[in-house]
C-alpha cells in the first residue's frame, strides 16, 4: 500500500493539499487529530501552550496497525507529526511550508497566542519537521503553499 505523509509547521496548508491529494489519487484521508480522539491515543494538554502533547510511540504503534489493516487503497497521513511514522511504512513525505508574514496571517486567523505563533514560525525559520523528515530517512518532496 502506498502511504503519503503531509507534515509541516501548523498553517502552513498540509489539510488543504493532502485532502486534495487523497481525493485526486483516490487515496484515504487521514487526519491524526481525528485518529488521536477514535483511537483514544493518550495526551496531555499543556495550558501554557494551549495544545495537546500526544503519546508519539503509541501513537505510531495504533497508526501502523490501523495501516496493516487496510487495503491496498492508499492513504494519505495529515498532520505536523505524520513524518514520525518510520520509514518502512512511507512512500513519500511532503513538507508543507509557506512564507512566514503568511503562516503569522494564519495562525492569527485561528485565534493562535502570540507566544504559539512565535513557537511556530520559529520551527518554520529552523526548519523543524523537513530536518526530522530526513532523520527518519524519508523521502522527501517540499510543497510552498
Known sequence: MKVIVVSGTPGTGKTRYAKRLAK???????????????QKIPYVYD??????????FE????????????SERGAVIDS??????PKRYVSLCIIMKCSIPKL?????????SEAKIS???DAELFDVCFNEALEA????????S
Open 104 to 112: 503569522k496571517r494564519r495562525l492569527k486567523s485561528r485565534g493562535y
Open 80 to 85: 505536523h507529526l505524520a513524518h514520525y511514522l
Open 24 to 38: 485526486e489519487k483516490n487515496y484515504l484521508y487521514i487526519d491524526i487529530n481525528e485518529f488521536v480522539l477514535k
Open 119 to 121: 513557537e511556530n514560525v
Open 137 to 144: 530517512g524519508h523521502k522527501v518532496k517540499v510543497i510552498f
Open 47 to 56: 495550558r501554557r501552550r494551549k495544545a495537546k502533547a500526544v503519546d508519539i
Open 59 to 70: 501513537l505510531k504503534r495504533k497508526l501502523i496497525s490501523h495501516l496493516k489493516k487496510l
